[in-house]
Every structure is written in C-alpha cells, then in structure tokens.
C-alpha cells in the first residue's frame, strides 16, 4: 500500500494532539509517499511567510520569515491554487539554498514543486517539497500529489477548527475576532526552553488586568514583550501607549504622563492630553520605569491606586481605565534598598514580573534569530541569499552577548555588509553571500568596564586582561564564586541572586571549573 502512511494522520484528526506534531506527521507521511530532500509547512502571516513545521531543513530555518514579493517560488506557488513545479534549469532563486540538510552536497535545490493550502476561501499558506538530485520527482507515484493536496487540507482545516472552537471556550469570541487578534499578535523569534516559559507566563497574564513588570537586561527585546502582553490582551483593540522615563526632560515628565491645561507653563499654548487619557481603554507601557524621578514616582502611585489623573494646571480629575505595563533594565529591588525609588510603587509595579532571559541564557535561539536577521537583511541589501557558514554559526554560539539580540542584529548588519563587499570583489554576481567568523569580527568588540553603580564581586583586585573570551572567562569566574561562597555553596540560591535558571547555572560552574563546596 503506497499510501499507507496517511492512515494513520487520518487517524489523528480524531486525537487530542498539539499542532505542532499534528503537522509534523502530516509531513512525513507525504516524505514517505513523495520522497523528497526537505519539506515544510508555511503559514501566511500579515504579509510573510512563515515556517512552523519542516523536515530536512536546518533548525534554525524557523528564524525566516519570507515574503512572498522576494521569494518569486513562493509568490507563484500562493498565487495559484494547483500544484506547481519548477524545472530543474530554472532561474528563479530557491528560497531553500543552502539551508537543507545535505553536508557535502550542493546546498542549492534543483527539483521543487509546492501547492497553496486555502481554507475557508482565504489564503492560509503553502506546502513545499524540494530535492538536491534535477528530475527526481518524476519519479512519483501517479496521482500522489493530488491525494497528498486532499490530505494537506483536511489535516489544516481540521486543525484551524480546533483552534478556533478552543478560542470560542476559552475567551468567549467569535471566530473571526480569535482570527483577527491572531493575525495582529507580535511574534517572538525562539524556540528555548527559557523563551517558551516567558511565553507561556506572557500569555497566562496577557487576558488579566494585571501590572506587569518586565526585567531585564538593555536589548533582550522588553518592547516586544510588552507588545505581545497588549495583543494577547481583551484591550487589543484599543491603543498600546509607549512611553521612554529614560527620555523625559524631569521639567515636563508630569505634562507628558497627566497632560496640561493651556497656560499651565511656559510654552504651553494649548491644551494636551497626556500618555495617560491616550491610553485609555488600553494598555500604557512605560519603558525604563526605573528612570523616573522620585518627585513623580508618589503621583504615579496615587494614579495606580485610585485611577485617576490631573492635568498639570488643572483642579479636575479624570477617570482612567488603564492596564500598566512597565519595563526596566536595572534591578529595581537594589534600587529601592538605595533610595532611589520607592517600595510602595515597586510593589504595585511588580504584581506579575516578568523576566526576560539574556540571549546568552537562550542556546541555540542565537541562530534562530540570526536567521530572522538575514532573511530580512538580504532584501534591504539587495542579495539573493545570505548564509552563514559553520564557522560563524559555532561563532555566534560561543559569544557571550553583552549587547543581547539588539548586539545580535547590529553585528550581522556589520557583516552582511563586509561579506556583500567582498563576495562582489572575489565572485561578481555571485548569488550566494556567506558570512564567516572573520567578516562578524567579534574578536574586535572591546568589552566595556562595569559602571561603577554596578556590584563588582572584585573591586580594587588586579587588572582582567586576555581576549574577549578569557576576560569574560574571568568575570564570569570571579562573580559566581564569589555569590557561591556567599551562599555557602548552594546552587539554588545563587541562581536566584544571579536571576538565572539552576540548570543553566549548574552547566556553566561545570564548563568554568568552579568548585561547590
């Protein structure tokens, strides 16, 4: 029985399954039915493309997010409803080159044929199958692409139904607002255990009206956090208000929040509302709440309290319904034992805290991320395809990321740039860009003096010296002892002093050689 394997998927539509194995069996029966090099399930999402089941691809494959406007493949293959396939001397790029699993072959694809998957009469995404060897689906049992079509959808329309029956009982919605709201949520790139936590915490608050606190270190991507908590929200309909305290001249801070009357001060010619009436209904997310002057802090928290605000200039008070959501880079507890904000609003800040993981702590979501990066730094620079090469990949994983994912993608944009130049002077026209460890040129990233406000395990010690990796080495070294000894050797409390999970501690002691005693 050729086509024995897709009994069993017919089997699972009848089963509790999560999508993401549902998909995945639904690809390898059609790989056994079709062989094929790679084969994967993209979604459309907005106006892009995106992997969320695959086989014979990277891993990290899941980073990219392609447009259908330049990836020519993917634009026929949605635009039209039957299967396509491309000959093997075709000279449309393949979005695939270079990112199969094949070591030692060609990375190119040179036989490729996909199908747009349409549910409900809209566009929901395509089906690929690709392989390294020209003509190898000529090979293919007759009529297994149509039987392949069928199946495809059924699983999809099967599973879209599911989805959107739980969305009715969980949230009370009707299908096409659980659609809606979907289509607008904000994606976070990664697939780490850490990540998925976050995410899960995330959208455990997200329908709540909690404040929320977000924690973490400058560029880990606190924004996108807070953009996902507001669209997974019952308040994404209404405006998310963003708000930098790092940012506000001291002078005008209590303008810019509560707003002013005309004539309030200086220069105010008019009227205007402040951050707090604009967010009314919805979310405010105020970013470096830890900068915000002590002077404001006692407002801020009589307006949490009672919702209410007054305008600078103003004896009238407004009602306000709105959901805070607040962000910081330092440690906001050692700020209050420092007088330098208050415990009363730190308390009502952090009902549910959120702490989002430094990219060094996300493992291989690195490449994850450098994908995403390339995907689009390969349309804004013009290249047909930008790669990186084993080197680099084992690179971006060892480097240690004080920068975070803002680091990240400024590093590759550095890069794509170096890799471009010199692909143009050795191979013009050459359609395939790669980045190696040379043209990331991390080695040349000076590592910056922790500021004198921070906790340096080893103040007045001798000098680190040594290259990138051993001064971080160094730090590393010298900081964990020294909270492990303060904490008499147990793990667990310092992983809490240090805010990183146990089991990441734990492999870092072992890789450092540090003694618990």
């Not at 004080?402 to 590759?412: A, I, S, T, W, Y």
Request: glycine share 6%; proline share 5%; aromatic share 4%.
């Amino acid at each position: 029985m050729p086509f024995k394997h897709y009994i069993s998927v017919i089997e699972d539509l009848s089963r509790e399954l999560p999508v993401d194995v549902r998909y995945r069996r639904l690809l390898e029966a059609i790989r056994h039915t079709i062989p094929c090099d790679a084969i994967a399930l993209l979604r459309l999402s907005g106006e892009v493309l995106r992997p969320i089941a695959f086989l014979g691809l990277r891993e990290e494959t899941r980073g990219r997010h392609f447009h259908p406007d330049h990836h020519p493949r993917l634009k026929q293959i949605l635009e039209h409803q039957r299967l396509i396939r491309f000959p093997a001397d075709s000279l449309l790029p393949d979005p695939y080159d270079g990112l199969m699993r094949l070591p030692g072959i060609d990375p190119r694809v040179h036989d490729c044929m996909g199908m747009s998957i349409q549910i409900d009469g809209r566009n929901w995404g395509v089906i690929t199958l690709d392989a390294s060897r020209p003509g190898q689906f000529d090979e293919t049992i007759p009529h297994a692409e149509e039987l392949a079509i069928t199946l495809t959808r059924a699983v999809i329309t099967a599973a879209e139904r599911i989805a959107t029956l739980r969305q009715q009982i969980n949230r009370g919605q009707q299908v096409t607002e659980a659609l809606n709201r979907e289509r607008l949520s904000t994606g976070v790139v990664g697939t780490s255990a850490e990540i998925m936590r976050l995410i899960s915490d995330v959208d455990v608050v997200a329908p709540t009206s909690m404040t929320v606190l977000i924690e973490g270190e400058t560029g880990v991507g606190k924004e996108l956090i807070a953009r996902r908590l507001h669209m997974q929200s019952a308040r994404a309909d209404k405006p998310l208000i963003y708000l930098n305290c790092a940012a506000l001249p001291e002078t005008l801070a209590e303008a810019e929040l509560f707003g002013h009357t005309r004539g309030a001060f200086t220069g105010a010619s008019q009227a205007r509302a402040g951050r707090f009436e604009l967010a009314d209904g919805g979310t405010l997310f105020l970013d470096e709440i830890g900068e915000l002057p002590m002077t404001l802090q006692a407002t801020l928290l009589r307006v949490l309290q009672e919702g209410e605000i007054q305008r600078v200039g103003s004896d009238e008070t407004h009602k306000v319904d709105v959901r805070m959501v607040a962000a910081t880079n330092r440690n906001l507890k050692h700020e209050v034992a420092a007088g330098r904000f208050r415990e009363d609003l730190y308390h009502r800040l952090s009902v549910f805290p959120l702490r989002v993981p430094a990219l060094r702590e996300r493992h291989r979501d690195v490449l994850e991320l450098a994908e995403f990066f390339l995907e689009r730094l390969q349309h804004r620079l013009n290249v047909q395809k930008l790669l990186l090469t084993a080197d680099a990949r084992e690179t971006l994983l060892r480097y240690q990321w004080p920068g975070n994912v803002r680091e990240l993608e400024h590093v590759l944009g550095r890069a794509a740039l170096r890799a471009q130049q010199q692909s143009r002077a050795q191979e013009p026209g050459r359609a395939l860009v790669y980045i190696d460890s040379r043209t990331l040129a991390l080695g040349d990233i000076e590592v910056q003096p922790p500021s004198p406000e921070e906790d340096n395990p080893d103040r007045g010690a001798e000098a680190l010296s040594g290259s990138l990796t051993e001064l971080t080495r160094q730090y590393q070294t010298r900081l964990i002892g020294r909270v492990l000894t303060e904490q008499g050797g147990n793990v667990s409390a310092a992983a809490r002093v240090l805010q990183v999970d146990r089991s990441n501690l734990l492999r870092l002691v072992k890789r450092l050689g540090i003694h618990v005693g």
